[in-house]
C-alpha cells in the first residue's frame, strides 16, 4: 500500500530526512521510534503534504500512485489521514461543520455522493457511541478550548469518521495522561482492520503496550537504522536510543 | 457635486429659516469644500478619484422608476419597509400600513410640507467644528429622509426596514438625504437598514442621520450594505443615548466601490450602553472606512465594539476606533476590538484604535491586529480534505461570524451569513 523509497526531504534548508525506506502493507501496523530530531515527525509531515516541507530525492508511492504529487486534500481524498501532534484550534468553525464538509470534499473528490445533513448527523451518532465520544465537544469550534487530551481523541474520532487507508498518528500519545492514552489506543484498536495500515509515530514504548505493532522501526538521523517486531520496542524500553545507535554502526561496520 | 444645488426644488423651500440654514451651509461648504487627507478622521480615505467624476444633482425620474421586486425584499425577514429609491421616498413601494399604534414614519419631504416647524431643531443650524463638507452639503440640499418616531413605551414587534436602492439613471446622479429616528422612553425598536443596487450605478449617496434614543428604550439597529458595486456611499450616524438606554448596533459591509460609515455614539445618561458588531470584506478595488467614534458623557456607561476586516486583490479597508471618556464620566467601561485579514499582497487595512481618558475609575480596552490567514489552520482543514479555496472561505467566514452573534431573528442572520458567504473568495469566481 505504502512504499517510502530512499526518500531525502529538507526544512529550512537543512536536510532531515536521509534516505529514509519502508514499507507498508494494508492490515499492518508499523511503529515509527526514535530520539528527538531524528526525522519522525517530519515523516509524517512530508506523507500529508504540510508545506514547507521539500523532498530533494526518493519516492512515495501510495496504491501505486506518485504520492508526493498530490496537493493534501488529495491525499486525503485518496485515503491518508495525519493525526497531528499539535492540532490546532479553530475559532468560529464548528466541529461537526468541519467534520461534514471534510468528509463531503472527500466523498466528493472520489466520486461518491455527499451526505446530506440527517444522513451525517446518523453517521457521526454511531461513531460518538462506538469511540465513547464527548458528543458536546461536537458542538464547539474546532478544539477550541479542548483539553490536550480532548484535542488528541478527536484526532482519533474525526480518523474513525472519515475511514482512510493509512492513518499516521504523530506523536499521539505526548502529553496524554494514562487514562486518555488508554482511551486514544482502544480508539486507534477498533479501528485496526485488513484493508487500513497504521503508521504510529512515538517517542516512547508506553503507547506500544495498548498498540501493539507488527513491525517496530528505529529512526536516527533521518534514515531507518533497525527494524524489527514488538520485542525491538521493548529492547529499546530497556537500553535507550543509544544503544541502538552502537547496535546499528555495529551491525554497519559487520 | 454641488453644481446646481441651488436650482434645485427642495421641500420646505419658502420657509424663511430653512431658506436661511441652506444658504448658509452651502456658504459653509463653498469655503471648506470636501474633507481631505489631513482631516484625522478622512486620513485613510482619499476623495481624489472621486472628485474626477461628476454627479447630477439628484434623479429627476427618482420617484417613478421602475424597481425590480427583488430589489425591494432584499431579506426573507417579515417586517414593515420605507423604501427609498435614487434617494427619493418612494410611499408606492413602501409598505408601512402594519405600522403599530405609536410609531410613525414619514418622509422629510412630507414632513417638511406638512409640520415643519419641529423638524426645526434638526435644520436650523449653523456650520459648527464636526461639520465636514459631507454634513455641510447635506444640510444645504438634502431633499428627503426618514422621519421615523416611536412614543414611549411603544414595543415594535417586527423588524422595521428601511430599504435604500440604487437603480440606473440617464445620468449618474447625487443624492442627500437627512434622516431623524426618535424612540421615545422605555421604547423597543428593531431597524434593518438595506442598502442594495441594481448593477452598472455609479452614483453618490450622502446620508446623515441624528439618532435619539430615550429613557430606557433599546434600539437594534443592523446595517446590511450591498450598495451596486460603482456605488460611493457616505454616512453619518449621530447617536445620543439618555439614562439607561441601549444600542446594540451590526453592519454588514459588503457593497459599493467607496463606502464610508461615521458612527458618532454620545452615551449621554448614566448607564447607557452602546454595543457594535461590524464587519467589511472588500475585493476588487473597493474601499471602506469604519469610524466608530464613542464618546462616554454619563456615568457608568458601557461601549464595546468587536469589528473585523477582510480585504482581497487591490481593496482598502480603514477602521478607526476611538473611544472618548468625558470627565464626570467615572465608572465608564470602553472597549473596541479590531481583527483584519489581508487575503492578498496588494490589499490594504489600517486600523487606528484610540483612547482618550479624562474621568476616574474607568475601564478601557483596545486591541487591533491585521494579519493573514493562519497557514497551520490551512493544513490542517487541507489534511482532511478540504480544497484550499473551500478552507480559505471557512476560515475567513469564521473570522467574521463573531460579527454576526447577537443578531435576531434567527432568518436575518442566516440571511447575513448567506449574503457573507457569497462574498468570498471563491463564490465569487
Redesign the interface.
Known amino acids: 500500500m505504502l512504499k517510502i523509497e530512499n526518500l531525502h526531504a529538507r526544512i529550512a534548508g537543512k536536510e532531515i530526512l536521509k534516505g529514509l525506506s519502508l514499507e507498508a502493507k494494508a492490515g499492518e501496523v508499523h511503529a515509527i521510534m526514535g530520539p528527538n530530531g531524528a526525522g519522525k515527525s517530519t515523516l509524517g509531515n512530508v506523507l ?4 514547507g516541507y521539500k523532498v530533494t530525492d526518493g519516492s512515495v508511492t501510495f496504491d501505486g500512485k506518485n504520492l508526493l504529487e498530490l ?3 488529495a ?3 485518496a485515503g491518508v ?2 493525526a ?1 501532534q499539535y ?2 484550534e ?4 464548528n466541529n461537526t461543520y ?1 467534520l461534514r ?3 463531503n ?2 466523498r466528493k ?1 472520489r466520486g461518491e455522493q455527499e451526505l446530506d445533513s440527517m444522513q451525517f448527523l446518523k453517521l457521526v451518532r454511531g461513531k460518538v457511541n462506538e469511540m465513547g465520544m464527548t458528543p458536546e465537544l461536537l458542538n464547539r ?1 474546532v478544539n477550541e478550548g479542548f483539553s490536550g487530551g480532548e484535542k488528541k481523541r478527536n484526532e482519533v474520532f ?1 480518523m474513525a469518521l ?1 475511514e482512510p487507508r493509512l492513518a499516521i498518528l504523530d506523536e499521539t500519545d505526548s502529553g496524554l495522561d494514562i487514562d486518555a492514552l488508554k482511551q486514544v489506543a482502544a480508539g486507534v484498536n477498533a479501528l485496526r482492520s485488513p484493508e487500513r495500515a497504521f503508521l504510529v509515530i512515538t517517542h516512547y514504548q508506553r503507547l506500544l503496550d495498548y498498540i501493539v505493532p507488527d513491525f517496530v522501526h528505529v529512526l536516527a538521523d533521518g534514515r531507518i537504522v533497525e527494524s524489527g517486531d514488538a520485542q525491538l520496542a521493548r529492547e529499546l524500553e530497556a537500553h535507550g536510543y543509544g544503544w541502538v545507535r552502537e547496535h546499528a554502526s555495529a551491525g554497519a561496520g559487520a | 457635486m454641488c453644481d446646481a444645488a441651488a436650482s434645485l426644488r427642495l421641500p420646505g423651500s419658502g420657509l424663511g429659516w430653512l431658506d436661511a440654514a441652506r444658504a448658509e451651509a452651502l456658504r459653509a461648504f463653498a469655503e471648506r469644500g470636501l474633507p481631505d487627507q489631513r482631516n484625522e478622521l478622512w486620513k485613510y480615505t482619499s476623495l481624489r478619484a472621486l472628485a474626477q467624476r461628476s454627479y447630477a444633482p439628484g434623479d429627476a425620474d427618482a420617484t417613478n422608476r421602475d424597481v425590480d421586486a427583488a430589489l425591494l425584499q432584499p431579506s426573507p425577514v417579515p417586517g414593515p419597509r420605507a423604501v427609498f429609491v435614487n434617494g427619493a421616498f418612494r410611499g408606492d413601494l413602501s409598505e408601512l400600513d402594519s405600522l403599530p399604534e405609536g410609531v410613525a414614519v414619514r418622509s422629510l419631504a412630507s414632513a417638511l410640507h406638512e409640520s415643519p416647524e419641529p423638524l426645526r431643531f434638526l435644520l436650523d443650524r449653523r456650520a459648527d467644528a464636526d461639520d465636514d463638507g459631507f454634513t455641510l452639503l447635506d444640510r444645504a440640499v438634502a431633499a428627503d429622509g426618514l422621519v421615523l418616531s416611536v412614543a414611549a413605551g411603544v414595543e415594535v414587534p417586527e423588524s422595521l426596514h428601511i430599504v435604500h436602492i440604487g437603480v440606473a439613471a440617464d445620468t449618474a446622479a447625487a443624492w442627500h438625504l437627512r434622516s431623524l429616528i426618535e424612540l421615545g422612553e422605555g421604547a423597543r425598536l428593531r431597524l434593518v437598514e438595506h442598502h442594495i443596487g441594481a448593477e452598472q450605478t455609479g452614483h453618490l449617496a450622502n446620508l446623515v442621520r441624528d439618532i435619539s434614543v430615550r429613557k430606557g428604550a433599546h434600539l437594534d439597529w443592523i446595517v446590511i450594505q450591498q450598495a451596486s458595486a460603482d456605488a460611493a456611499l457616505f454616512r453619518r450616524s449621530k447617536l445620543r443615548l439618555q439614562d439607561d438606554a441601549s444600542v446594540d448596533f451590526h453592519a454588514l459591509e459588503l457593497g459599493g466601490k467607496l463606502a464610508r460609515h461615521e458612527i458618532r455614539a454620545e452615551l449621554a445618561g448614566a448607564q447607557s450602553r452602546f454595543v457594535s458588531r461590524g464587519a467589511f470584506v472588500l475585493h476588487g478595488r473597493q474601499h471602506a472606512d469604519m469610524e466608530v467614534l464613542v464618546t462616554h458623557r454619563g456615568r457608568d456607561t458601557l461601549s464595546n465594539a468587536v469589528w473585523r476586516g477582510v480585504a482581497d486583490d487591490r481593496a482598502r479597508g480603514v477602521v478607526h476606533g476611538r473611544i472618548l471618556v468625558q470627565p464626570g464620566a467615572d465608572g465608564a467601561d470602553g472597549s473596541f476590538y479590531n481583527k483584519n485579514l489581508l487575503l492578498s499582497p496588494d490589499a490594504e487595512i489600517d486600523t487606528r484604535p484610540a483612547l482618550e481618558i479624562y474621568a476616574d475609575e474607568v475601564k478601557a480596552n483596545h486591541g487591533a491586529t491585521v494579519g493573514q490567514l493562519d497557514e497551520q489552520v490551512l493544513f490542517y482543514l487541507r489534511s482532511r480534505g478540504i480544497p484550499l479555496e473551500l478552507a480559505r472561505r471557512i476560515l475567513v467566514r469564521a473570522f467574521c461570524s463573531v460579527t454576526l452573534d447577537g443578531i435576531e431573528p434567527a432568518s436575518l442572520r442566516e440571511h447575513c451569513e448567506a449574503l457573507l458567504a457569497e462574498q468570498l473568495p471563491e463564490a465569487r469566481a
Do not use: K, W
Request: without cysteine.
Open positions: 500529508a503534504g504540510r508545506p496537493e493534501p486534500e491525499r486525503a481524498a489521514f495525519l497531528f492540532p490546532v479553530i475559532p468560529g468553525v468541519f464538509a471534510a468528509l470534499a472527500q473528490a469550534a474525526q472519515l
